[in-house]
DNA sequence: CTTAATGCAAAATCTTTGCATGAAC
DNA sequence: GTTCATGCAAAGATTTTGCATTAAG
């Protein structure tokens, strides 16, 4: 090996396509959806390229993951400045970054008193947005 | 219906092992697991009893679920108290409920501020607990 | 006796892997 | 010319469903 000893990275029109489509869609999506979105537009992708990508970006971290309340796995571009939180519509997919600092506090107090480390935290918030709350009433708040 | 109209609740004895068998497991616990345990009890049930029970069990707010890293549900008897949030150790499965007051109160001012309704919050957090700290340095803190 | 619970096997998902072909360096 | 990426099909894994049998009210 004379080059990069890792960071074996080779660009591929696969790659930048899925890039470009998860950077399209706003909010979080699916492999699935993505692979779809993908073929809709006319790009010749496999499924499995799309999964391998994606895990790829997962592990370079440059992509933020969900999960859906199926299980399925929601990928997002990180926004460069580290990590976010979002507040998702359950009906429209509608997602908002929200301001998590107390969180992100109230979380580093958690671990400095309890005395863990290298603690990670996944913060999900699921609702229904004013514009979807029109005929559904079924899940109630758990708070 | 001249009785509980809905609460159809049989008690059986394979629901009452699953019950028994989800407190005496300390921390979060598999369905698959959980199976497992029962079986190994000696407790005739079938796996799909276990999901079947567990579900019930989740729709009437009895236990708590989080997802670990696989996307597999999680199980864990809810403090009878509301829901908690808990601080996992990723090496011993050492679980700690954590006062999650500060979190609550963000959730629901979020909530109010946005503009969202029916908001569900999910927080988790893994790390390392000082017992485990010895010897493995693998996951870095991505806060 | 009527209604619901059980459990086996099969189905339904989402995701990963084996392997031959083709593209990138 | 090597080495890595692609993609199909098949395998893996977790959870759900169909249906006949059994148990509870």
Redesign the interface.
Same mark, same amino acid.
Do not use: Y
């Given at each position: 090996m004379h080059e990069t000893a890792r960071g074996e990275w080779r660009p591929t029109p696969q790659r930048a396509a899925v890039l470009e489509a998860l950077r399209a869609a706003d909010g979080f999506i699916s492999a699935q959806a993505l692979h779809a979105a993908l073929v809709a537009d006319g790009v010749t992708v496999g499924l499995t390229t799309v999964y391998r990508t994606l895990r790829l970006l997962e592990t370079a971290?440059h992509v933020d993951v969900v999960?859906d309340s199926d299980?399925e796995?929601l990928y997002r571009p990180r926004p460069d400045d580290g990590?976010r939180h979002y =507040?998702v %519509?359950r009906e429209c997919g509608l997602s =908002?970054a @929200? +301001?998590?600092e107390?969180?992100?506090r109230? @979380? #580093?107090r958690?671990?400095r008193d309890?005395?863990?480390?290298? *603690?990670?935290? #996944? *913060?999900? =918030?699921?609702? @229904? %947005? +004013?514009g979807c =709350?029109s005929g559904q009433a079924d899940?109630?708040? +758990?708070?």
């Open positions: 971290g999960r299980g796995r990590h =507040l %519509c =908002l @929200v +301001d998590a107390e969180v992100e109230w @979380v #580093t958690i671990q309890i005395g863990f480390h290298a *603690v990670n935290h #996944t *913060v999900e =918030l699921t609702g @229904v %947005c +004013d =709350l899940r109630r708040p +758990d708070s």
